[in-house]
């Protein structure tokens, strides 16, 4: 005959008064929450790709800084992150995802072609989407390792955290 | 047994010189330099007669200051035969002034693209093609990028630059 098992007897809780409330500045407080949930919105257009996927799947991680999710409607994201060179058939495009984009909304020029054109300085190419659109942070390269990406990344995060956030804008 | 690359080579060149002009072998590829008139009933035979069913290719070079006294501009066609396993090449020269060749659009379909893109980047003018609208560039294009006087680092861009 085996004892009967044990139980773990269940006590009342006492309400702790620690952490009850806290005390912070409302723009740091919003920059933490936004800097750790960046969706970005990949437009992808040529061999970056390649080094992008390496930077979001799972050796490199970018779930760590909470900006692996990527959202396939400008609507939803507020990362930009324009991958590869833009050529000036495709500017038009890239303004309109950009303009589609809700606020807060930064941009990240991926590899040398989206920041400077690259080595493409010619009749075809944009030498850099900050032409056309303003950019938070450039990562050079071509293509950039992922380490370049994820310090991208961080410095990103820092300068939304030190950023001012407005709740209420003139426009709205 | 098929005939080897070079027996082909010999047939072709036994019947279409001297219309189709010279020919010589470069990098395995039998070359023909020939008359702008002379382009559609050369590639007539080809097709019809020596079974150069596929369509590969067509470009165009611009000799600018390189060819003094020869027309600026030569256009190439490619022509590959998937019974004799050969490609053949066809040089044809027109001039600046009136940089047009005969359309392959009524033997070949595959043309009509590749026409295009010739007609976007060199402006030649193939006669016969009807859809000669820009294909790798845009609307409102002005000039053909490919042409050796096309300035190297002019561009044309579609969306206002931030200032």
Request: charged content about 20%.
């Amino acid at each position: 005959m085996t004892a009967p098992a044990k139980t773990i007897p269940i006590q009342r809780a006492e309400p702790s008064r620690a952490f009850e409330f806290i005390s912070t500045k409302k723009d740091e407080l919003i920059g933490w929450a936004r800097k750790f949930s960046l969706f970005p919105y990949p437009f992808v257009t040529a061999c970056c790709a390649m080094e992008f996927m390496a930077v979001s799947s799972t050796p490199y991680d970018t779930d760590r800084f909470g900006a692996a999710l990527p959202r396939f409607s400008p609507r939803q994201s507020d990362l930009l992150m324009v991958v590869g060179t833009v050529t000036h058939k495709q500017a038009p495009i890239l303004l309109k995802v950009y303009e589609q984009m809700c606020e807060p909304k930064w941009v990240m020029a991926f590899g040398v072609c989206a920041t400077s054109g690259g080595f493409y300085q010619n009749y075809a190419a944009l030498p850099g989407i900050d032409k056309i659109v303003p950019v938070d942070v450039y990562i050079p390269g071509c293509p950039p390792r992922p380490e370049m990406v994820i310090d991208g990344i961080m410095q990103l995060q820092d300068k939304i955290a030190r950023s001012s956030h407005p709740i209420i804008t003139k426009s709205f | 047994m098929a005939q080897t690359s070079s027996a082909v080579f010999d047939t072709l060149t036994q019947q279409l010189v001297p219309a189709a002009g010279p020919a010589v072998v470069s990098h395995g590829i039998l070359v023909f330099t020939l008359a702008p008139a002379e382009l559609l009933p050369t590639v007539r035979r080809l097709r019809d007669e020596f079974a150069f069913d596929v369509f590969l290719d067509v470009t165009a070079i611009d000799w600018l200051g390189h060819s003094p006294g020869s027309p600026r501009f030569e256009v190439v066609h490619h022509f590959y035969s998937t019974q004799h396993k050969v490609r053949v090449r066809l040089k044809t020269r027109v001039p600046e002034a009136d940089p047009g060749v005969d359309s392959l659009v009524p033997l070949y379909g595959s043309a009509a693209f590749m026409e295009r893109e010739c007609h976007d980047m060199y402006g030649i003018a193939f006669r016969g093609n009807d859809d000669l609208r820009p294909i790798l560039l845009y609307e409102g294009f002005v000039g053909h990028p490919l042409r050796k006087d096309y300035p190297k680092q002019q561009e044309q861009p579609l969306v206002p630059y931030r200032s």
